[in-house]
């Protein structure tokens, strides 16, 4: 396809797209014209696209159709019916994108928990910075315990969401920087292996795994996959490949963006567990295997339905039309 020749062919057309898009009151021939030339310019779109890829022209009409398909279906479509592909689509597709990221996330954290756990252990001084021989013991023989049970249920796991979710969404939100994710992982890290040896330095390890495990892995899980998002976003204007680090921010923006969606109820999911079955009196095997369906469970969202989503051609990102020009383009 010429593309100069195909645009000046049609540019009366496009023309009067715009035009049209550009109005907020229509007469019933306008109304009809708007339709008729927004059916036509889509058509010549996914032409130009199949042809040519992306073009200063097709941005071009991009734009105008969006303004046009606003004119004609109002504020969008109804919300509620974008969830069904939401989260069949759009969401695991998101987290896919990232799952090495986060198996690599959480073998780092880890690793850093391990070294601190270690270095505590095993270097005088480093645990009397955390408290009194006698304030440790009372932590690790009563308050790490009773952590779990001496506030309602309810209000326990309001608690622990509302905070398991803002960290979340701010290692997404803030990812950008570079800092933000990889300073809040890290600090969870330190804390996750310091709180071990002060428990195993008072004889009560298997209490604290005990103790983590049913709500844990989901909820460590979840942390390490928003942190993996914050890094994808802030590696996508770091390293944009062929596209302005502009387009590549906003697209990389926009797909993982859900993911802080996708994570606020996974955590929710690790707080109903942290509140109502971490402290309850059940045998061992049933909160931990509980916990460990909920892990298994968002391994499979992400892994399995992720896959199925990707393979359709999802990428977490908008559809076309709600995205709008790649590019602003000067009139």
Partial sequence: MDLDAYSAAHRDEWEE?????????????????LIEHYQAGATQLSAITTTSGQSVQGDRLSLSLSRARLRFTGAGSNVLSQLPRFFGAQLPAALYRIRWLSLA????????????????LNTPGVL?????????QQYADHDFVSYYSEHPSASFFGRVWTNNAWLAAGCVAFGITGVYAPYLLFQNAQS???????????????????????HGQLELYSVFTAGAAGLAIFWSWIAPGARTRAQALAEGGRALITVAIGLILSLLVSGVIEGFVTGQPWPWPVKIGIG????????????????????????????????GATRLIAA
């Fill in 292 to 323: 460990t369906l909920a892990i298994a469970g968002f391994l499979f969202y992400q892994w399995v339905v992720g896959r199925w989503a990707a393979r359709a051609g999802e990428t977490g990102d908008l559809e076309e039309f709600d995205r």
């Fill in 105 to 120: 996330v959480t073998a780092a954290s880890l690793v850093i928990a391990a070294l601190y756990f270690v270095w505590a």
């Fill in 17 to 33: 797209l715009a035009r049209l898009a550009a109005k907020r009151r229509f007469s019933g021939a306008e109304a009809d014209a």
């Fill in 128 to 136: 009397a910075h955390l408290g009194t021989a006698a304030q440790q």
């Fill in 192 to 214: 996750l292996g310091l709180s071990g040896a002060l428990m195993a330095h008072n004889g009560q390890l298997d209490t604290f795994f005990l103790y983590i495990s049913p």
